[in-house]
C-alpha cells in the first residue's frame, strides 16, 4: 500500500504493461499526446463495465483530440481479453497483476466498500500532458458521469 499521491506537474511514472492482446505498451513510448490513464478495480464487474463503456462509446472524441486511453487493473492479461470482447472494448486495457503501477500512481490502498473498509485497487484516473507529466489527478472518482466529467476537463464537449 501507498500513502504518495501524484499531484498536477509530477512526472508521471513510467512503465511497462501487457495489453489485452499480450502486446507491452511502455508509457513513455507514447509522449507526444495527452493520456488518459485510468484504474479500475476489476474487469466485468458492473461498475467497471458501466466506465470502461462509457469510455468506449466516448472514443471518437478522445481520439480526434489526439487523446489515447489506457486502462489498468489487477486482472491477468486472459480476463483483460475476456472484458474487451465481450464489451467490444476498442481502446488498450494493461494488466498490473504485482500491483507495481497501481501503487506507483498512489491508488492501491484503503478503500470504502459496501460499509467495510477493504485494500484495493481505488477507482482514479489521471491526465498525462504531452511530456508525461500529470496535468489532472482523479482519485476515489465514480464509474457512473465520470468519462463526461473527463470530456469538459479536456475541453471535448
Avoid at 494493461?94 to 477493504?118: F, H, I, M, R
Wanted: aromatic share 8%; charged share 25%; net charge negative.
Amino acid at each position: 500500500m501507498t500513502e504518495a499521491r501524484l499531484a498536477a506537474g509530477d512526472l508521471a511514472p513510467d512503465f511497462t504493461l501487457t495489453d489485452q492482446q499480450g502486446s507491452p505498451v511502455t508509457l513513455s513510448d507514447l509522449r507526444g499526446s495527452k493520456v488518459v490513464l485510468y484504474f479500475y478495480p476489476e474487469a466485468m464487474t458492473p461498475g467497471c463495465t458501466t466506465e470502461a463503456c462509457d469510455f468506449r462509446d466516448n472514443l471518437n472524441s478522445f481520439a480526434a483530440a489526439g487523446v489515447t486511453v489506457l486502462g489498468v487493473s489487477k486482472d491477468d492479461v486472459d480476463k483483460l481479453r475476456r472484458f474487451a470482447e465481450r464489451d467490444r472494448l476498442t481502446f488498450t486495457l494493461l494488466s498490473d497483476p504485482d500491483l507495481a503501477v497501481q501503487q506507483a500512481y498512489g491508488v492501491w490502498g484503503e478503500k470504502s466498500l459496501y460499509g467495510k473498509t477493504v485494500v484495493g485497487s481505488i477507482r482514479s484516473t489521471f491526465i498525462l500532458d504531452e511530456d508525461g507529466r500529470v496535468e489532472k489527478a482523479m482519485y476515489n472518482v465514480k464509474a457512473t458521469g465520470h468519462v463526461a466529467r473527463l470530456r469538459r476537463e479536456l475541453g471535448l464537449d
